[in-house]
């Protein structure tokens, strides 16, 4: 299984120097992971 947050948080931190995302929220994990995989894909 993923790691989820812990994804986002290391994408979030290494591009933005923190974590922004409100991992509290579901929708808002999820919406930050989808756009995290669509940037791999473009690339």
């Known amino acids: 299984m993923r790691n989820f947050i812990g994804e ?15 991992l509290a929220q579901a929708e808002k994990v999820v919406n930050m992971y989808v ?9």
């Open 8 to 22: 986002i948080q290391e994408y979030e931190n290494n591009n933005f120097g923190e974590v922004n995302t409100d």
């Open 35 to 43: 756009y995290i995989l669509g940037e791999e894909i473009l690339n």
